[in-house]
């Protein structure tokens, strides 16, 4: 998977993310840990949540409207 991705210096650390997956945002204290820090946020955010692993609560699922 290929994506843009944006990077700002601010201050002593790089930001970065991509438009192209919304929510996918870290930094580093250079660029190129800032783009590590990037694939990883991706990676872990394309994970599926397995409820079943889960401490035994009630749990609700509902779509809501944003």
């Known amino acids: 998977m290929k994506v843009k ?3 700002v210096k601010d201050g002593d650390w ?3 993310w ?3 997956v919304p929510g996918a ?5 250079t660029i190129e840990e800032a783009r590590e ?3 990883d946020a991706i990676a ?3 994970k599926t ?3 079943t692993a889960l401490p035994k609560r009630e749990i609700i699922l509902e ?3 944003v």
């Open 5 to 7: 991705a944006t990077f």
């Open 14 to 16: 790089w930001v970065a």
């Open 18 to 20: 991509t438009d192209d």
């Open 25 to 29: 945002m870290t930094q580093g204290k």
């Open 37 to 39: 820090n990037l694939i």
């Open 44 to 46: 872990e955010m394309q």
């Open 49 to 51: 949540v397995d409820l």
């Open 63 to 65: 779509e809501i409207e």
